[in-house]
């Protein structure tokens, strides 16, 4: 059988056996064929059907998390957690707290995170999790009583030897807080079993920031391979929350100017750049009051809320998608390269559609793919649970160092991947292939297991 039919039969069994999955869908599609290269040369894959056991989680969990409101009404949502993929290390993933969270997005996260995973060449293999339930306008006990009633079911299926979750959207520091205390209930033991914890028990420095910081590292590298460099480049970021705070707070460090923020419900543009007191204000508006991003236009001057749009239409040298998936589509795309966009950096997970991403790569635009470019908060979540095992805690300067170097190393693989396989300058493909490589070496070696 030829690496084409091969992969054409795997496509086809994942649609069938996955129906109504369709980011699930898109994913698996959108790296099984970027690897027929690799396949066409690696024969023992097809043999061993790698293709066929790497697009099939190794579990997947789903359980009720009923949990009482503030006015004693009893609610149910549902709870997931997909352990995908585990020749590299211990499942490794976020846990997502959304309304839109089914099984197949927490499937397409835990696939995507499997190559993400094995690009950082840490220890670590592919998860995820979450739920349907929405912390908006809860109130903090609420947050509590789900959280541990969430925990309660995990923490049988979770440890520091088999699954490590951390946070995700809707899950951050105060949630991984009160799962981690439940754990701890109920398991009698402090364990690194959580990343992304508090400074003061466990945490490291440098997490909460890794995801933006990251994207900002890796498109450093891109930009270098053409001579070029950050400083001075006009920059347009999606999304207003975490991952966006903190590619802005490093774009500005290192020279370039922000333009742009959006949410849900619109886009601003601020000609005169996002500096270090709108930045606090941005964190200040998301992170405590949970406000809406027109806010910001309405305090401070010259600044411009488009209602419902994304800001893909601004000017710009460089787009760093750090929303959600499917964000850039094809006619998004062909706004940014009208106006001479040069770099899409892809701080989200699957944020650019297929079509989008080709009509990038073929107008010689820089494309930073997720599984590469937003790896940062993995690999520092690994980091933490280096520190944690050996009972010890990294400066942040130490930590900083670290993601830089894991970051360029992302980008060597990338590059060299792509330029092996006859897909020079292809980050997309590249990230695909030596992501995959790594996995399948380490699966062949486990055997059929």
């Not at 789903?62 to 004693?72: A, K, M, N």
């Not at 460090?253 to 333009?259: C, D, I, N």
């Not at 998936?325 to 650019?352: F, H, V, W, Y």
Request: proline share 4%; hydrophobic share 35%.
């Amino acid at each position: 059988m030829t690496a084409k039919k091969h992969i054409q039969s795997v496509l086809e069994q994942v649609v069938q056996r996955n129906p109504g999955e369709v980011e699930f869908h898109q994913a698996v599609k959108e790296v099984l064929e970027s690897l027929e290269p690799v396949i066409s040369t690696r024969p023992e894959y097809v043999e061993a059907n790698i293709l066929g056991r790497i697009v099939e989680p190794e579990r997947v969990i789903i359980f009720r998390v009923p949990w009482q409101d503030d006015r004693g009404q009893v609610h149910v949502n549902r709870g997931f957690r997909v352990q995908f993929n585990s020749p590299l290390g211990p499942y490794k993933g976020g846990i997502r707290f959304h309304p839109s969270v089914n099984q197949g997005i927490i499937k397409f996260l835990g696939f995507e995170q499997t190559f993400k995973n094995s690009l950082t060449t840490m220890p670590i293999g592919g998860g995820k999790g979450g739920s349907d339930f929405d912390p908006k306008f809860k109130s903090e006990p609420e947050i509590m009583r789900f959280c541990q009633s969430f925990m309660t079911e995990l923490h049988r299926h979770i440890g520091i030897a088999t699954d490590v979750p951390a946070g995700d959207i809707g899950a951050g520091a105060r949630e991984v807080g009160f799962m981690f205390g439940q754990y701890k209930r109920l398991k009698n033991e402090f364990t690194g079993v959580f990343t992304g914890k508090g400074q003061s028990w466990g945490g490291s420095h440098i997490r909460p920031e890794a995801t933006g910081y990251g994207a900002v590292y890796f498109a450093q590298e891109m930009l270098r391979s053409r001579n070029e460099s950050i400083e001075g480049k006009i920059c347009v970021v999606s999304g207003s929350g975490n991952v966006a705070q903190h590619t802005v707070e490093k774009l500005n460090e290192l020279g370039a100017r922000v333009v742009a923020l959006s949410d849900s419900e619109g886009s601003i543009y601020d000609p005169q750049g996002i500096d270090e007191e709108k930045l606090r204000f941005v964190m200040e508006l998301k992170r405590i009051r949970g406000g809406r991003i027109k806010e910001y236009a309405e305090r401070f001057k010259g600044v411009e809320y488009h209602k419902g749009l994304r800001p893909w239409a601004i000017e710009c040298d460089c787009a760093f998608t750090s929303a959600t998936q499917n964000e850039i589509n094809l006619s998004d795309a062909r706004s940014l390269s009208k106006n001479q966009c040069r770099l899409i950096c892809e701080g989200a997970n699957m944020p650019t559609e297929p079509e989008a991403i080709n009509l990038a790569l073929s107008s010689d635009c820089l494309f930073g793919p997720s599984k590469a470019a937003n790896a940062g908060g993995v690999a520092v979540s690994a980091l933490e649970m280096s520190q944690n095992s050996m009972r010890l805690k990294w400066s942040r300067e130490e930590v900083d160092t670290k993601l830089k170097e894991i970051m360029k190393t992302i980008y060597r693989q990338c590059a060299e991947a792509a330029e092996e396989y006859g897909m020079e300058g292809n980050l997309a493909a590249g990230a695909n292939m030596a992501g995959f490589v790594r996995g399948a070496d380490a699966m062949l070696d486990h055997g059929v297991v």
